[in-house]
């Protein structure tokens, strides 16, 4: 093995067979030889059910029968050695003379179930190039019909076994190419390890012994050939040879100590490889195999009354679920009962059950050894072995004991090849099946299982399959955790979990008696994170089974299906009151609020009652599976108003003739409209880059930074910058008028074409000064040092607004001497603060209409700063004062934030009212406003210099690309969630955030090019800035800030403290060590400085509050708004300088 696969190695558990071991005896031959010994004893019943009297064969009957099938076979079947022969019937008492027969041909048998899809069968088939399949007489017409013209009729047929002989039909040459596309419709397996010819994808090569290679093609190599169920894509053709199979065979008869006085029940089907080892643990030792119809695999009592009753059972080896089928009561009554037939109680294909649950089934005097196996269709069948100590039942022993996977099986090797249990391989020397079309394999092939283990001492513990591995609230785990949890309740019989759409967490329950939904969701939030509560509990009679006796996903989601079109159908409310109580029901239910008789103000707002983005979905979720139909803009009614007004929108749909029930509040609106004097002006006007500025009362040079490194700067001169301390903040290249190329400061480059300037680093002035630390003395205390970290923050100042600050800060920075740097910044107390960034004093304070959670923006001439309301209007203030120039009123809450257009001047803002707004704030007038086709506008719009366009994002999960000049659609695309992100671009590409977890990155022409994806929604919108080039910076609600290239490739990430809601933001200074930094902040308050290149921490400081809002960086100062009330102003400096 080379050094990096060894370092690779955790876990290395193998069984090697010993040196001139007996392992090399094809199937037939060790029946054959059992036979000898037994020949009058029975070595097959059949329990035919309906009062028919059970039959049985002779070991010297069923050979009898075997050999005449083989000599016919080898009479019609060309070449007769080394073929492969399917065998399309049902389990009877003939079953294993049939398998006998062929397997002595020498020929391998695949079994085809009469009940399987005929598309699975005929590609089963094909894709096996299957020349020959004997037919159960009683199901030749349900063969013609579902494999019609595939197959001919061969006259030959053998009436007295039962069977008749079809031959592919020479006509039929069409297939290889149906087989082909039903392949590509699957994903191709990652590669492990080095791809060799002839070697499957998802297998890693050990290094060949002397023998080298398994050669299928060998005659009497193969000894049967089945396919896995194809539950995550399409099935896979297993080729077992003997070799594979046979010792795992004899060391399962070795640990169950199978005698020829043991009864053994076929349970599993023929296309499920444990009934391979079931039939031949059996024929090879001289004891019965019970086969009873399928009908009767179906009747819990009939079945248990078989086994246990009839013919004394004494080793079942069953999955758990078909275990769970008989109910608690046979079990404990029949199946593990203190006088019980059963020896030998093997367990596998799925996880192990819990203990509790077992322990609750066995009687105290069951003396039953009960077994843990585990493996895989591709190693076929079992891996490894482990015996539940006696112990465990005990009444002292906790319940909550880790079964282990056990120890390898004869031949076979285990490895774990990561930290996290990920990369699970199985195989061994001789332990190789060959996949698909595969000739040849290696010898000591692994294979890779697709489950999660957890590693302790050197013991190996099931954690479930990949495939079951799911993302939820931010955080990743497996749905079986939560099945093992539920099933571990008193009041849960059987339970299963399914992933329902990939959004809905559905827990089904085979209910006791005692049974109660409440308690049992009680129960599960005792010993269950939030992130793995299921959303919804399903009470079931029985649990749905596929053909290998494993719960059927894919009828469950059925089952939900209906049972949701029922509630549809059933929850038809009443009247306005029925809707008023259970609005209340939900909301505390979502909330996570004592279910109690007190009733919810009709004034609570939900973000304010303990609700987030991520419950504002939820409860969204319920209301509309409470109505049964969707709700036009339901979820922005709830993120921005009160529960009575969320009960009025829903009323005003499902009652709309009870108008005296009604009475909404439009007074304000209708009010606000006529005091606007507001024209709308058709559907545009023409711009001119110099319209406006001449109304405005003079320009003032200045830069204007917002998160996310938008960064608009207007009107500089040479002469209007006098480098000292130098800042550096990447440019936002989309927002750089071309008048400003000859307004560049002097410290940049003289000479810059215009490609070159949206991609440049704008180098300024950083006008304070330094030995000004008045107000960073006056609150000393609250300084935070890290001893670690490079970076130490201390509150400069704080500005008190009196109500939560979800805004994000506007800082300009005028060019004049003398004027000082402002912060500007609105917050739930209805005020707009104008803050002096050095000092922190109050320059003004404007009291508006309602809350505020836009961030501002300033005008182009500088002299305006227009910001959103959630009383509807867009307030146009003046920059000096604070005085309102002009109001504009849209149809709902505007929560958007403003962006300008350098070079028209015109306003664009977005609205709840779902429609997007281009103004002209010089002439006060609306240009033209679009409809964005369903879902408010809460992010902010971007604009994009070249090509000119707008794009905006709705909560409907619309991105939209918009003419500025003309407000008409350019392109679409549907994310289909919602986009609380707002977008960004650079010269190429736009990305935005979606709450389905995933960053979307596309082409300036509506082209997806790539999207990445995290473990919870996305709320942060995306920071690009010039100073890294190619970097994007974003933060999702699964604790963790991202960095990842233009590609879409994952450079860092950093894992916060809790959630990232803000937008991070890029600067860089020559007082810090001259680094590219990064400022995040995670919702509990934590503010976080970065290196930009590597992720690493270089200084942290907490605030006594959560923040929504978004930070901005100028020079060495750092502005984030708060939930305490407050905006901050922290100072960041070398760790170790005096910063006073």
């Given at each position: ?165 079809f031959q592919m039909s020479s006509s039929n040459t069409d297939f290889s190419s149906e087989a082909d596309n039903m392949k590509s419709r699957c994903e191709p397996s990652e590669a492990v390890g080095e791809s060799q010819p002839g070697v499957c994808p998802d297998q890693t090569k050990a290094e060949p012994s002397e023998a080298g290679y ?444 009870e108008e005296q029930l009604m009475n909404p509040d439009n007074v304000m609106k209708r009010k606000l409209r006529r005091n606007s004097g507001e024209e709308f002006h058709g559907k545009y006007i023409k711009l001119t880059s110099e319209r406006g500025l001449e109304i405005a009362s003079g320009l003032i040079p200045f830069i204007a930074l ?212 281009a103004l002209d704030i010089y002439k006060k007038v609306c240009v033209w406003k679009l409809h964005c086709e369903g879902g408010a506008v809460f992010s902010s719009p971007c604009l994009s210099s070249f090509p000119h366009h707008l794009y905006v994002a709705t909560l409907g999960g619309l991105l939209l690309a918009v003419n500025p000049v ?175």
């Amino acid at each position: 093995m080379a050094l990096a696969e060894q370092a690779l190695l955790l876990v290395n558990l193998s069984n090697p067979r010993p040196a001139g071991a007996a392992g090399a005896m094809a199937l037939a031959a060790l029946v054959r030889r059992a036979a000898g010994r037994h020949r009058e004893r029975a070595a097959v019943r059949f329990h035919g059910g309906r009062g028919q009297p059970p039959g049985r064969r002779s070991y010297g009957a069923v050979l009898r029968l075997a050999g005449e099938l083989t000599a016919f076979l080898q009479r019609h079947c060309h070449p007769p050695g080394g073929c492969e022969i399917g065998l399309y019937c049902h389990p009877g008492i003939n079953l294993p003379s049939w398998i006998l027969g062929i397997l002595q041909v020498p020929a391998a048998y695949s079994p085809i179930d009469p009940d399987a899809p005929p598309t699975i069968s005929t590609y089963f088939m094909k894709k096996s190039n299957l020349q020959y399949v004997l037919v159960e007489n009683d199901k030749i017409n349900k063969f013609q019909m579902s494999h019609a013209g595939w197959f001919s009729h061969n006259s030959s047929a053998i009436e007295h076994i039962g069977l008749t002989l079809f031959q592919m039909s020479s006509s039929n040459t069409d297939f290889s190419s149906e087989a082909d596309n039903m392949k590509s419709r699957c994903e191709p397996s990652e590669a492990v390890g080095e791809s060799q010819p002839g070697v499957c994808p998802d297998q890693t090569k050990a290094e060949p012994s002397e023998a080298g290679y398994m050669d299928a093609g060998q005659k009497d190599t193969v000894a049967y050939v089945l396919h896995t169920s194809g539950t995550t894509g399409i099935p896979k053709i297993v080729r077992v040879p003997h070799k594979c199979i046979v010792p795992n065979i004899q060391h399962l008869k070795s640990i169950f100590e199978i005698t020829q006085d043991d009864v053994l029940f076929l349970a599993s089907p023929l296309t499920f490889d444990p009934s391979v080892v079931e039939l031949f643990m059996a024929l090879t030792s001289g004891a019965s195999i019970l086969i009873v119809p399928n009908t009767i695999k179906m009747m819990p009592v009939e079945l248990s009354a078989a086994l246990f009753h009839h013919h004394h059972v004494t080793v079942l080896q069953a999955t758990p679920t078909l275990l769970r089928r008989f109910g608690a009561h046979i079990i404990k009554s029949r199946v593990l009962s203190a006088n019980t037939s059963l020896r030998v109680l093997a367990l596998g294909g799925e996880a192990f059950p819990a203990l509790s649950l077992l322990n609750s089934w066995k009687h105290k005097e069951n003396k039953t050894s009960i077994f843990n196996l585990y493996g895989i269709t591709e190693v076929s069948s079992w891996a490894t072995c482990y015996k539940i100590p006696e112990e465990v039942f005990s009444a002292d022993f906790r319940t909550d004991f880790p079964v282990p996977l056990g120890s390898p099986l004869l031949g076979t090797k285990l490895e774990v090849r990561d930290a996290n249990g990920s990369a699970v391989l199985e195989g061994g020397e001789e332990r190789v099946c060959f996949l698909d079309d595969e000739i040849t394999v290696p010898l000591g092939t692994m294979r890779e299982t697709g489950d999660f283990v957890r590693v302790e001492n050197a013991k190996l513990f099931f954690l479930g399959r990949k495939d079951n591995q799911i993302k939820r609230h931010g955080k990743r785990f497996n749905i079986e955790y939560l099945q093992q949890v539920a099933e571990d309740l008193c009041q849960v019989e059987a339970c299963a979990v399914t992933w329902y759409q990939q959004e809905k967490l559905i827990l089904f329950v085979l209910p006791k008696d005692d049974f109660e939904e409440r308690e049992t969701f009680k129960e599960l939030q005792k010993h269950l994170p939030a992130y793995a509560m299921p959303d919804e509990i399903v009470v079931i009679k029985a649990l749905p089974l596929t053909s290998h006796g494993k719960v059927d996903i894919s009828e469950l989601n059925k089952i939900y299906q209906n049972h949701l079109n029922s509630r549809r159908r059933d929850s038809k409310l009443s009247d306005a009151e029925e809707l008023w109580e259970r609005l209340q029901y939900l909301w505390k239910s979502v909330l996570g609020l004592p279910c109690d008789s007190t009733g919810i103000s009709k004034d609570a707002v939900f973000l304010y009652s303990g609700g987030d983005s991520l419950k504002a979905l939820r409860f969204h979720e319920e209301i509309e599976m409470l109505v049964g139909r969707a709700v036009p803009r339901l979820l922005e009614v709830i993120l921005s108003h009160s529960i009575e007004e969320i009960y009025r929108h829903i009323l005003k749909m499902l009652f709309p003739d009870e108008e005296q029930l009604m009475n909404p509040d439009n007074v304000m609106k209708r009010k606000l409209r006529r005091n606007s004097g507001e024209e709308f002006h058709g559907k545009y006007i023409k711009l001119t880059s110099e319209r406006g500025l001449e109304i405005a009362s003079g320009l003032i040079p200045f830069i204007a930074l917002n998160r996310g490194n938008h960064l608009f700067s207007m009107n500089f001169t040479k002469s209007s910058v006098q480098p000292k301390n130098t800042v550096q903040v990447g440019m936002e290249p989309l927002e750089q008028p071309s008048s400003l190329h000859s307004k560049i400061p002097a410290v940049m480059k003289s000479h810059v074409h215009r490609s070159e300037l949206e991609n440049s680093i704008l180098t300024l002035e950083n006008k304070a000064n330094k030995n000004d630390h008045s107000s960073v003395q006056q609150i000393h205390a609250e300084c935070s040092h890290s001893s670690v970290a490079e970076l130490a923050l201390c509150v400069r100042w704080k500005s008190n607004t009196r109500k939560c600050v979800d805004a994000s800060p506007l800082v300009i920075i005028p060019a004049k001497e003398g004027v000082s740097a402002s912060v500007y910044i609105g917050s739930h107390s209805h005020a707009v603060q104008a803050i002096d960034l050095d000092l922190g004093e109050i320059k003004w304070e404007k009291a508006l209409g309602d809350r505020i959670e836009s961030s501002a923006c300033v005008s182009k001439c500088g002299n305006f700063i227009v910001v959103g309301c959630y009383d509807g209007l867009v307030y146009v203030l003046q920059s000096s004062d604070g005085e309102i120039h002009w109001t504009f009123v849209t149809e709902d809450t505007v929560k958007s934030s403003a962006v300008v257009d350098p070079s028209s001047g015109l306003v664009y803002i977005g609205s709840h009212d779902q429609h997007v707004y281009a103004l002209d704030i010089y002439k006060k007038v609306c240009v033209w406003k679009l409809h964005c086709e369903g879902g408010a506008v809460f992010s902010s719009p971007c604009l994009s210099s070249f090509p000119h366009h707008l794009y905006v994002a709705t909560l409907g999960g619309l991105l939209l690309a918009v003419n500025p000049v003309m407000g008409s659609k350019i392109w679409k695309s549907n994310l289909g969630k919602p986009l609380f992100s707002s977008p960004h671009c650079n010269e190429n590409y736009i990305c935005i955030g979606c709450v389905d977890g995933n960053l979307y990155c596309y082409t300036h022409y509506g082209e997806k090019v790539w999207q990445f994806s995290t473990n919870g929604p996305v709320f942060s919108s995306p920071c690009l800035s010039s100073l890294t080039k190619q970097e994007i910076f974003f933060g999702s609600h699964d604790c963790f800030i991202y960095c990842c290239n233009m590609e879409g490739n994952l450079l860092w990430k950093f894992e916060a403290t809790s959630s990232v809601y803000g937008t991070p933001f890029i600067f860089q200074s020559d007082d810090l060590n001259n680094k590219i930094l990064l400022a995040a902040v995670s919702t509990d308050g934590r503010v976080w400085i970065l290196n930009a290149k590597s992720g690493t921490a270089e200084g942290v400081d907490k605030l006594p509050g959560e923040v929504f809002s978004s930070p901005v960086v100028w020079g060495t100062k750092l502005v984030v708004g708060c939930r305490n009330d407050y905006v901050y102003c922290l100072d960041l400096y070398t760790a170790g300088k005096s910063n006073s």
